[in-house]
C-alpha cells in the first residue's frame, strides 16, 4: 500500500475552476494506476477521472472535457485539473491508487490504497 494525500479543498463558484493534488509515498506514480472518485452526501462514491502508470485517462461521461488528470512522477503527485465547475461536482474528492494496470480504471473495487478526502463545493 501507498500514502496518499489529498489537498486543494474550496469553495467556488459555478464556472470556475480547481486543482486537487494528491502526493503520494515513495516512488509510487511511475509504477501505480490512480483514480478520483467524488462522494455527494447520500450518493455512492463514483470514479471521475484514472490515469493509469502507462498515462493512459479515463474519465466519467459527466466529466469529459472539462476535467484532466495528469501526473508529476519526480515529485510523487497526481493532479487533477477541474474546469468549467457544476454545483453537481461538488463532494468529497478521493485519490486511489494500485500498482500496475487496472482493467477498469474508474471501478472503486480495483484499488487498494486511499487518500482521507479534500472537500469541493460548487455553488
Known amino acids: 500500500h501507498v500514502q496518499l494525500v489529498e489537498s486543494g479543498e474550496a469553495s467556488v463558484q459555478a464556472g470556475g475552476s480547481l486543482r486537487l493534488t494528491c502526493e503520494a509515498s515513495?516512488?509510487?506514480?511511475?509504477?501505480?494506476?490512480m483514480a478520483w472518485f467524488r462522494q455527494a452526501p447520500g450518493k455512492e462514491r463514483e470514479g471521475v477521472a484514472a490515469?493509469?502508470?502507462?498515462?493512459?485517462?479515463d474519465y466519467a461521461e459527466s466529466v469529459k472535457g472539462r476535467f484532466a488528470a495528469s501526473k508529476d512522477t519526480p515529485k510523487g503527485t497526481w493532479f487533477l485539473q477541474m474546469n468549467s465547475l457544476v454545483p453537481e461536482d461538488s463532494g468529497m474528492y478521493y485519490c486511489?491508487?494500485?500498482?500496475?494496470?487496472?482493467?477498469?480504471?474508474?471501478?472503486?473495487?480495483?484499488?487498494?490504497?486511499w487518500g482521507m478526502g479534500t472537500q469541493v463545493t460548487v455553488s
Open positions: 515513495g516512488d509510487a506514480t511511475g509504477r501505480y494506476s
Open positions: 490515469i493509469d502508470f502507462a498515462n493512459i485517462t
Open positions: 486511489a491508487a494500485v500498482p500496475g494496470r487496472v482493467l477498469f480504471r474508474l471501478l472503486r473495487s480495483q484499488y487498494n490504497s
